[in-house]
């Protein structure tokens, strides 16, 4: 006479709403996601994980994509040695400040040249 040996087995949620303790080696089975938990006589049902077969290997990398656009260029931009000028913000670091040249930079837009404190 055959025999037959049937799995514990239920639904994802009523295992999870029940979480009972599977003994040791005891599997359970999610009828509806066909997962399988093997029970270790101590953990509840949400703490066991579950059985999962081997990671395969890793797949080759993909073809890189194509570069963006270049953004929008506002003028060109240089650092200033702090070349002298008459006084004033726009044309040369005023000394009473106690800045040094080095911490201007030198901007140039549309053709005019301007001093920024390089601190901003």
Do not use: C, H
Not at 4 to 23: C, F, G, K, Q
Not at 63 to 85: E, I
């Amino acid at each position: 006479m055959p025999y037959r040996i049937l799995l514990r087995r239920d639904l994802s949620a009523n295992w999870n709403y029940n979480d009972p303790v599977l003994m040791l080696g005891e599997p359970g089975f999610e009828t509806d996601t066909g997962r399988l938990k093997i029970g270790d006589g101590q953990s509840q049902w949400s703490a066991l994980g579950y059985v999962e077969g081997v990671t395969g290997p890793q797949g080759a990398q993909g073809a890189q994509g194509s570069q963006g656009p270049q953004g929008p260029s506002y003028g060109a931009f240089s650092t200033s040695n702090g070349s002298t000028g008459a006084s004033g913000f726009a044309s040369a670091p005023p000394s009473d400040a106690g800045k040094t040249a080095a911490g201007w930079i030198s901007i140039t837009i549309g053709g005019t040249g301007y001093y920024v404190p390089a601190w901003i």
